[in-house]
């Protein structure tokens, strides 16, 4: 006989706590949830919450469902916990209750059947599936899509178990599900289709023997009626475009016809599956030739799907224009995580995908074609990348608008201007609309096209810029948000052209000022993250105005409230970074410091809105450099306390949150690298060497990141109070030469290189170990630039203090070393690095016989070489041709570039 309730008051008791958790009183939820778990201990109580879930027909079904949802959530937490008895009833009366009249049980049963099975195994239950199985023939409607919905989420939750289980359930589920396509109940359908998709990315087996009858059954669906149905079957071709896109390819064109009207349909979940489509097929290399046919049909429908629709509009508030006075809720400030500073050599490296061959008929320093622009602005906090307007979007998750933005953008990088002919009449359409929903989307349109089509949109740029301009103004804030986004996309266009620079980069900046002291919050945020873009592109060409800039941050900070404080933080760091030093004038300190300040005085040490403030008083501190001094020691030693309590913590029962440490760490070197040798006084009386050893050997890599960058810039500011600590962190430096942690292994190469200039040829014990990872890493494909670069340097540097060692190993690195550094433009690193290398091959003039080309084309990259260098370049050129000889040195100039050849015969007469 089934269990029954031992006690009817108890069973009253547990439905009177139910029914009071649906009160609207936060107090009363509390007060029932502490009585609820507190009912935990009591082996029966989940007993009794299935008892309510399956047998109490007639009580209210937000009740029965809250019962099983609470049930569910105790087996997440403790059912391997739960007596043998208790597992047993709950798993009887689960599938018994599939079949409940109610859609909402049944669902809910579903849930709790998926837990169940993914705290232990199928083969632990071993009736689940057969008699799930058999449930699907049953003639009770009610039953067969309780079984389904169960089958679906286990689908969902274990498809690994089902695809691994000894008895390969698979072989027999997923012909039966393909056969329920065409069930007469679309509900059945509907989790017929989403059962065999979860099946399609993993390529089960079982699935990929029955594709064809798969296919041939999800093509009858194309056209129905249920919008769930279309839905799956759209995630269905999808998914197979990326796994088993051969299978389409004779279906291509119906399939594509398919998609563009799905990708308009009413039901705007189905249309955001279709567009999935766009993306995915863009991933393939069949996509131009596929696509080309129909760009004038699928264009426009991107572009009409950008609007945003009733319910964004709702959601975002887009028609309240003044909300600065309302309080940011809790939810809509997204966590921040520090970033961690990576160091290297060069302060001005080449940014160009520059000819890395001598030996070709191009010129020797020449850049190819240009890297991807950075369209968003890194500064800005996570925001999209995906072309869909930036942090205009933020308070709705992916959707059909962000979808088809995504999708016009990465087309358009494939198509670039083609599109144009199509595009433009669009979107002189959609720009001057007298309907602001779509003159907004228009200028979306616009942002999302901006990488693009560039080339081919710049006759029409000028107009276009100043129309986006007054767009500024526009009256609906979302108009003005996406507007900066947009406007920020062609940032670079604008900074760069000199033209352009006359005629818009000061209308722009004061438009985007006032826009950054709009009275609407989203418009606030757009404004000062498209700022913040305009700064890393503008550089130093926004040094006249920064009295009107530093003004108008600083009085967004008196508005800003927590969520767009630090988008405003990071505005000011990026400007920092942009302007450097011409930052350090007593005005501008005066404006900037005593807000930051303040809010430094008011944040406690576990706050993490602490992080972007130290993230943006590192840039400022090394712009500032000794204009930063009056503020240089709270700042260090509130730092040094925020590490040694991260250091403190670490092994306790409460663990440390180290991004507190990471943080601190970097603002030190924002310290040491502005403050030079005037932080001396503060290492010296301060602990900062040995908690850095500490920290050096963190388990975590985002802290030795930051540590070994804090080594190398102490190392240049106060060298002498490292020089104590070597013994220490040599070896651990060497320990972290690993390139699967780049940028570990790239800051612990730039503080050795940094290390070996000061000691010289001290650092001649470690010379061998290290010189041995350099090689490997020098000499390994497909590595970072910036990591190549520095591996260089240092490895240039370790010859210039050591070079007897180094020089032997030359012909390993010679011919990499000379193409990573022939790229960059002439600074002190650079010096460096060459000294050493001359001095080698002074040494082991052997070692670069055969890669001597890649020698000349290195000496060649500089522009005005050091007296010092140029004397050593020099007699290295005239030696090396005496010792060829005229024949031998005919051949090897043959084969320089013109450029090359008349740069070396000129300068060294070579």
């Given at each position: 006989m089934s269990w029954q309730p031992v006690q009817a008051d108890g069973l009253e008791q547990i439905l009177t706590l139910l029914r009071q958790s649906q009160s609207p009183d936060t107090?009363?939820?509390?007060?029932?949830?502490?009585?609820?778990?507190?009912?935990?201990?009591?082996?029966?109580?989940?007993?009794?919450?299935?008892?309510?879930?399956?047998?109490?027909?007639?009580?209210?079904?937000?009740?029965?469902?809250?019962?099983?949802?609470?049930?569910?959530?105790?087996?997440?937490?403790?059912?391997?916990?739960?007596?043998?008895?208790?597992?047993?009833?709950?798993?009887?009366?689960?599938?018994?209750?599939?079949?409940?009249?109610?859609?909402?049980?049944?669902?809910?049963?579903?849930?709790?059947?998926?837990?169940?099975?993914?705290?232990?195994?199928?083969?632990?239950?071993?009736?689940?599936?057969?008699?799930l199985y058999s449930c699907l023939d049953s003639p009770d409607v009610n039953l067969c899509e309780g079984a389904f919905g169960a089958l679906q989420k286990i689908c969902e939750d274990s498809a690994d178990q089902l695809e691994n289980a000894p008895s390969q359930p698979l072989n027999v589920l997923i012909p039966k599900f393909i056969q329920y396509f065409l069930h007469s109940h679309s509900k059945i359908r509907s989790h017929a289709i989403a059962c065999v998709n979860e099946f399609i990315t993993p390529r089960a087996t079982a699935l990929m023997s029955n594709i064809d009858i798969f296919l041939e059954n999800l093509f009858q669906l194309a056209n129905d009626t249920d919008s769930d149905v279309?839905?799956?079957?759209?995630?269905?071709?999808?998914?197979?475009?990326?796994?088993?896109?051969?299978?389409?390819?004779?279906?291509?064109?119906?399939?594509?016809?398919?998609?563009?009207?799905?990708?308009?349909?009413?039901?705007?979940?189905?249309?955001?599956?279709?567009?999935?489509?766009?993306?995915?097929?863009?991933?393939?290399?069949?996509?131009?030739?596929?696509?080309?046919?129909?760009?004038d049909k699928l264009l426009p429908i991107l572009c009409k799907n950008m609007k945003y629709s009733e319910i964004d509009i709702i959601v975002l508030q887009g028609d309240i224009d003044e909300d600065e006075h309302i309080?940011?809720?809790?939810?809509?400030?997204?966590?921040?995580?520090?970033?961690?500073?990576?160091?290297?050599?060069?302060?001005?490296?080449?940014?160009?995908?520059?000819?890395?061959?001598?030996?070709n008929n191009s010129t020797a320093i020449i850049p190819s074609s240009n890297e991807q622009l950075q369209d968003e602005n890194d500064s800005g906090d996570d925001e999209d990348d995906d072309g869909s307007g930036g942090n205009a979007d933020q308070a709705t998750e992916w959707n059909l608008r962000k979808c088809s933005a995504a999708a016009l953008d990465i087309l358009s990088n494939i198509f670039r201007e083609e599109i144009l002919p199509i595009l433009l009449p669009v979107l002189r359409e959609m720009l001057f609309h007298t309907n602001w929903?779509?003159?907004?989307?228009?200028?979306?349109?616009?942002?999302?096209?901006?990488?693009?089509?560039?080339?081919?949109?710049?006759?029409?740029?000028?107009?276009?810029?100043?129309?986006?301009?007054?767009?500024?103004?526009?009256?609906?804030?979302?108009?003005?948000?996406?507007?900066?986004?947009?406007?920020?996309?062609?940032?670079?266009?604008?900074?760069?052209?000199?033209?352009?620079?006359?005629?818009?980069?000061?209308p722009l900046m004061s438009e985007l000022l006032r826009r950054i002291l709009d009275a609407n919050?989203?418009?606030?945020?757009?404004?000062?993250?498209?700022?913040?873009?305009?700064?890393?592109?503008?550089?130093?060409?926004?040094?006249p105005y920064l009295k009107q800039i530093l003004e108008t941050l600083v009085h967004a900070f008196r508005k800003y409230q927590a969520k767009n404080l630090l988008i405003l933080y990071d505005a000011i760091g990026t400007l920092a970074d942009s302007v450097g030093s011409h930052l350090n004038r007593s005005d501008y300190i005066e404006l900037l410091m005593p807000p930051l300040i303040e809010r430094w005085n008011l944040l406690r040490n576990d706050d993490k809105d602490l992080f972007p403030l130290l993230e943006c008083l590192s840039s400022i501190a090394t712009a500032l450099q000794t204009g930063f001094l009056p503020y240089c020691e709270p700042v260090f030693t509130r730092c040094i306390m925020l590490v040694q309590q991260a250091l403190e913590?670490?092994?306790?029962?409460?663990?440390?949150?180290?991004?507190?440490?990471?943080?601190?760490?970097?603002?030190?070197?924002?310290?040491?690298?502005?403050?030079?040798?005037?932080?001396?006084?503060?290492?010296?009386?301060?602990?900062?060497?040995?908690?850095?050893e500490r920290c050096a050997q963190d388990t975590m890599a985002e802290v030795r990141q930051s540590s070994f960058a804090l080594l190398g810039d102490l190392t240049k500011a106060c060298f002498r109070h490292v020089h104590k600590h070597l013994t220490i962190f040599l070896p651990i430096l060497t320990q972290n030469l690993n390139p699967n942690h780049?940028?570990?292994?790239?800051?612990?190469?730039?503080?050795?290189?940094?290390?070996?200039?000061?000691?010289?040829?001290?650092?001649?014990?470690?010379?061998?170990i290290i010189l041995e990872s350099l090689i490997l890493i020098i000499n390994r494909n497909n590595i970072p630039k910036t990591l190549l670069e520095n591996t260089s340097i240092t490895i240039g540097r370790l010859g210039l203090v050591c070079p007897n060692e180094v020089s032997t190993q030359l012909p390993r690195f010679i011919r990499p070393w000379c193409i990573a550094l022939r790229s960059i433009h002439d600074n002190d690193e650079k010096d460096s690095a060459f000294r050493g290398i001359c001095n080698m091959i002074i040494i082991n003039p052997l070692g670069v016989t055969n890669d001597f080309i890649y020698v000349c084309d290195a000496i060649g990259s500089w522009e005005k070489p050091p007296m010092e260098l140029y004397t050593k370049f020099r007699e290295i050129l005239q030696t090396f041709k005496q010792e060829f000889g005229n024949e031998q040195w005919k051949q090897l100039t043959d084969r320089f570039n013109l450029l090359l050849k008349e740069r070396l015969q000129s300068r060294y007469g070579v």
């Open positions: 107090q009363i939820q509390r007060q029932v949830q502490a009585r609820l778990e507190s009912l935990n201990q009591y082996p029966d109580f989940n007993k009794y919450l299935v008892y309510i879930l399956t047998k109490l027909l007639d009580e209210q079904e937000a009740t029965r469902s809250l019962s099983g949802l609470i049930l569910k959530n105790n087996a997440k937490s403790h059912y391997e916990k739960f007596p043998d008895d208790v597992r047993s009833y709950i798993k009887q009366e689960c599938l018994l209750a599939l079949g409940d009249r109610s859609p909402l049980i049944r669902a809910t049963v579903g849930i709790l059947i998926t837990t169940i099975v993914t705290k232990g195994s199928l083969e632990q239950w071993p009736a689940l599936l057969e008699h279309r839905k799956h079957v759209c995630r269905a071709l999808v998914m197979l475009v990326e796994v088993r896109i051969e299978r389409l390819l004779p279906h291509m064109q119906q399939v594509i016809e398919y998609m563009l009207l799905t990708s308009q349909d009413n039901d705007d979940t189905v249309a955001l599956e279709a567009c999935e489509f766009w993306l995915m097929i863009a991933d393939q290399t069949i996509c131009r030739d596929v696509l080309q046919p129909y760009l309080p940011d809720r809790i939810e809509d400030i997204r966590p921040r995580f520090p970033r961690t500073r990576t160091r290297q050599h060069m302060q001005h490296v080449l940014h160009d995908n520059d000819s890395t061959d001598p030996n929903q779509i003159r907004e989307s228009g200028i979306l349109v616009l942002g999302a096209i901006s990488e693009g089509c560039l080339v081919g949109l710049t006759p029409h740029l000028p107009d276009l810029v100043d129309y986006l301009i007054k767009c500024l103004n526009d009256k609906k804030p979302l108009v003005r948000s996406i507007t900066c986004w947009t406007l920020s996309r062609y940032s670079t266009w604008i900074a760069h052209d000199e033209v352009q620079q006359n005629r818009f980069l000061i919050k989203k418009v606030q945020e757009a404004a000062c993250s498209a700022f913040a873009t305009l700064e890393e592109e503008a550089c130093i060409q926004m040094v913590a670490t092994g306790t029962n409460t663990p440390p949150d180290k991004d507190f440490m990471i943080v601190a760490l970097d603002l030190l070197s924002g310290l040491a690298e502005g403050l030079g040798s005037n932080i001396d006084t503060l290492v010296e009386r301060s602990n900062i060497l040995s908690l850095l780049v940028s570990v292994c790239n800051n612990a190469i730039w503080a050795i290189g940094e290390i070996a200039i000061q000691i010289g040829a001290e650092i001649q014990p470690f010379v061998s």
